[in-house]
């Protein structure tokens, strides 16, 4: 197949440009939501390995012949992937000015600066998790892969160089980058059990599947290959990839031991360079292939979008997403890719850097005006203020998660302890309203929790060691002398149905186990399990105590104050957020029969909050233009003051006893 491209010291490969085709659809895909490919994001780690190769042969083909610059890599690299992504960033802020009300706005300042500077990998790694409902807010989100190419692009060619000029050998090139490989497979694994967002997005833990690539092109170079073992590394490579993309899940640690799977799939692939391959050399691989970069830049945003107007659960509006995608990507490819990289590489490297730092001073000085000024008359206040609650949570919020309860930030209220308030993140969103009725009895409370991790005992995070931090706080609620005195009440609030049962979700693969139960097709012994250990729990601190279940948080299935704030902009005749109180009710049958069995079993006592956040037809997550949650199931400093009066009994049956 002939395809026009442009100059490149590395000459160009079908199976490769079929193999990001394969890549980039994959994770096109599986943020799409598209039934039966979970494992799609492992298209970037494809991407990692195909980047890898491609670099390592650019250098080692520059420092053979004696001509290679690093200056001319950069700005070969500053060339690739820089026009496009700026145009992307400068449509979102164009955009953003008529759409985003200030505060989502200035998010997005803030996500370009740091996908200009290539760090987003480090600010996203700070604030969101990948898989986090959460992400889905962020339009910048996907840049941090290209952050990590950048970093790696930096440091990359200074190491082969130093090395290739200490030793010009191929033997001992391949060691070196199989020391650096087995370094950062290590890194990777230890830093799943120890920070999974860390080893999602920092370059440590992802430097050996670019080195992979790397290694790919220095074997092929020296070794001999069998037509036969080609034949079926191929095939393994494509099985590889295939069960990757099917049945790897976002459950999993990763990228961990699985990552392997994908990074040998496209190593393999690579290696044995199949042109004639019919599952990357056809006219449809071929043509996505060319425009994978632009089509990776352009679909998150549209999926970030279908996100904020709910749209994302008709089909066919993910359907014209895909299209949509699709053409941008395309237009980008014809429109910016081509004709910059073509423009840039015909003119002097001097002017070069003067065109690119042109470019990117103007976005920087548009990024500092939007974030440094105040942009709030821009619509009507109540949009502000809808969209501001998103911010409205407790700023203590992360310091009390984990083993610091008894600390001064975790007691809300006075020093003088009544209660305890144990969970995870649903917990911690509710700790001030409790430390609020405690105050009006001269009282306070303990908050200990962490975040996405219910303390129920012999509960095991799927997929992660004994030893995971998870595990860690279990064992130490068990223990801390703050948490186990006897004479304190004990209020037990967590978000169970979504995290642990999935809410009747068929494809939903369960966060945690009990007793090793962990396989939906089991589901009535997985929920078995896990209400027998639901009410081990309680009714073991209700031996010594009294001890309150909270019914669960109604959950909103989407951003409460983006979406509030969106039909405000869009004065819509219903503006307030809710759902069906028989959706919320069914959604936590299996939770709610947990509690109910608990109080008939050892007396534990229930606090409905249904009663003041639902009324006959609804849960509410807005009223009035006024948002009750910051995201779709934590409840902010506003809504959580609904609470107050049902926290009051706690302490009024406390001060009877």
């Not at 693969?509 to 639901?534: H, M, T, V, W």
């Not at 409460?560 to 219903?574: F, G, H, M």
Request: a positive charge; hydrophobic letters at 45%; one cysteine or more.
């Amino acid at each position: 197949m002939s395809t026009s491209h442009l100059p490149s010291p590395v000459k160009f490969r079908e199976d490769i440009n079929g193999l990001r085709a394969w890549a980039v659809m994959a994770v096109v895909l599986f943020h799409f939501q598209i039934p039966g490919l979970s494992g799609g994001f492992v298209g970037v780690d494809i991407f990692f390995v195909i980047s890898g190769y491609l670099m390592t042969a650019i250098i080692i083909k520059g420092v053979e012949r004696g001509d290679f610059s690093i200056t001319q890599f950069y700005m070969a690299r500053v060339r690739r992937i820089l026009p496009a992504l700026l145009v992307v960033i400068a449509v979102l802020l164009a955009l953003g000015w008529f759409w985003l009300p200030t505060m989502y706005y200035k998010s997005l300042a803030v996500e370009s600066g740091t996908a200009i500077s290539f760090t987003s990998n480090v600010y996203y790694f700070l604030r969101t998790g990948y898989f986090d409902s959460a992400a889905h807010e962020k339009w910048l989100l996907h840049t941090w892969s290209l952050a990590v190419e950048a970093q790696f692009y930096v440091l990359y060619p200074l190491i082969i160089v130093m090395l290739w000029k200490f030793k010009p050998c191929f033997k001992s090139l391949t060691l070196i980058l199989t020391i650096i490989l087995i370094i950062s497979f290590s890194v990777n694994v230890w830093l799943v059990n120890v920070n999974l967002s860390a080893a999602f997005y920092l370059l440590p833990s992802r430097v050996w599947e670019l080195v992979a690539g790397g290694l790919v092109f220095l074997l092929a170079k020296q070794l001999n290959k069998n037509l036969k073992i080609n034949s079926i590394l191929n095939v393994i490579g494509w099985v590889f990839i295939v069960a990757s993309i099917i049945f790897v899940n976002q459950e999993l640690q990763w990228p961990g031991y699985w990552a392997l799977l994908p990074v040998l799939g496209a190593s393999f692939i690579i290696y044995t360079h199949k042109d004639n391959s019919t599952l990357s050399n056809n006219l449809i691989a071929q043509w996505t292939g060319d425009r994978s970069y632009s089509i990776y830049l352009w679909h998150w945003p549209i999926v970030v979008l279908l996100n904020f107007t709910s749209s994302y659960v008709q089909w066919y509006w993910i359907g014209f997403a895909i299209l949509l995608s699709l053409l941008l990507g395309h237009i980008s490819f014809k429109l910016v890719e081509s004709p910059t990289r073509k423009f840039l590489s015909q003119k002097s490297l001097r002017k070069e850097i003067l065109i690119i730092s042109i470019l990117i001073l103007f976005l920087i000085i548009l990024i500092l005006t939007i974030k440094l000024n105040n942009l709030e008359n821009r619509f009507p206040s109540e949009i502000d203020l809808a969209a501001n609650e998103s911010k409205n949570f407790h700023p203590d919020r992360y310091k009390c998660n984990g083993s610091s309860a008894g600390s001064p930030e975790c007691i809300y209220g006075s020093k003088k302890v009544g209660a305890i308030l144990l969970g995870d993140s649903h917990a911690s969103s509710i700790a001030s309203s409790f430390g609020t009725a405690a105050l009006q009895k001269n009282m306070g409370i303990i908050l200990a929790s962490y975040n996405g991790c219910p303390p129920i005992n012999d509960m095991v995070v799927t997929g992660m060691s004994e030893d995971s931090l998870c595990k860690r706080f279990n064992i130490w609620v068990g223990s801390e002398p703050s948490v186990t005195r006897s004479t304190l009440p004990i209020v037990y609030a967590s978000r169970l149905s979504s995290s642990v049962l999935g809410v009747n979700n068929e494809n939903f693969y369960p966060k945690f186990n009990f007793n090793g139960i962990i396989n939906n097709k089991n589901r009535d012994a997985y929920l078995e399990s896990f209400q027998n250990a639901y009410i081990s729990t309680v009714c073991q601190y209700a031996k010594e105590r009294p001890v309150y279940v909270m019914r669960p948080i109604p959950e909103m299935d989407v951003n409460v104050p983006k979406t509030l704030s969106l039909n405000l902009l869009l004065k819509k005749e219903d503006i307030d957020v809710k759902i069906l109180k028989s959706k919320y009710l069914e959604e936590n049958e299996a939770y709610i029969n947990a509690q109910n069995m608990a109080q008939k079993k050892c007396g534990i006592k229930v606090l409905n909050s249904t009663k003041y956040l639902c009324d006959e037809k609804y849960c509410y997550g807005s009223k009035d233009g006024r948002a009750f949650y910051y995201d779709d199931d934590h409840l902010s400093e506003y809504g959580n003051k609904r609470l107050v009066q049902m926290f009051e009994s706690v302490f009024k049956e406390k001060v009877s006893q």
